[in-house]
């Protein structure tokens, strides 16, 4: 079974980077079909897709926080990180990581709670 | 992209039946598979229905996925609802790799 699990600062200081990695256990990362992304969500309020990484390397980001994000992979730790720049209050958020083949999620990680504050 | 659209909440009783919609802005629902997923309080949500009315193992034949074309619309029915069932329901689907959500319904049982 697969799991993923996030780590990084669970506070981040206004215009700063926040940056998450995700760490992946029980399964072939490398599957040529599965793509390796990142959601978060506002307290109290729902799901946002923020990007994804295909096993080739390519990426795709919301429109909304293109210009801020950069989603990478490092093969060999069995890892993929999320870095999120110019961070404002407004990105406080639960951040979870999460694998998808078919479109649908099909694993997720456990949340983590990022708070931007000074 | 699209959207997804769903009630921002409904309610019902245990024991009676409730259906949640998640309505696509544009293209066909029938398009891209759509997903259920429940979400509990402090949890990381998970799967009730996929490829549109798959119900994986373990999930209860209580819930059950349609789409409807004519309205251009998806929807999620629990029967014989408990108080366990009382929940956030996101819809999911996908476009061009990007992952697409619904605004969440939160269903309580009362």
């Known amino acids: 079974q697969l799991q993923l699990q996030e780590s990084g600062p669970g506070l981040v200081k206004p215009s700063e980077t926040l940056s998450l990695t995700c760490s992946v256990s029980?399964?072939?990362?490398?599957?040529?079909?599965?793509?390796w992304g990142w959601i978060r969500q506002p307290p109290g309020k729902g799901l946002q897709w923020i990007g994804s990484?295909?096993?080739?390397?390519?990426?795709y980001y919301n429109p909304s926080l293109k210009s801020r994000v950069t989603i990478s992979v490092d093969t060999s730790k069995n890892q993929f990180s999320l870095k999120l720049s110019s961070v404002t209050s407004a990105d406080t958020s639960v951040y979870y990581c999460a694998m998808s083949i078919s479109g649908r999620i099909d694993f997720w990680g456990q949340g983590t709670l990022v708070t931007v504050s000074s | 992209n699209f959207m997804l659209t769903q009630p921002h909440s409904v309610s019902e009783s245990p024991g009676k039946t409730v259906t949640i919609s998640c309505t696509r802005s544009s293209g066909s629902i029938a398009s891209n598979y759509v997903q259920w997923y429940q979400q509990r309080p402090g949890s990381s949500p998970t799967t009730m229905i996929y490829e549109d009315d798959q119900r994986p193992s373990g999930v209860p034949d209580r819930f059950s996925g349609s789409i409807d074309r004519s309205s251009n619309s998806a929807s999620l029915t629990i029967s014989g609802l408990k108080t366990e069932d009382e929940a956030d329901y996101y819809c999911?689907?996908?476009?061009?790799?990007?992952?697409?959500f619904g605004g969440g319904t939160k269903l309580t049982v009362l």
């Open positions: 990484i295909f096993y080739g390397g390519s990426t």
């Open positions: 999911q689907s996908y476009d061009s790799s990007s992952w697409v």
């Open positions: 029980g399964g072939s990362f490398s599957s040529n079909r599965a793509y």
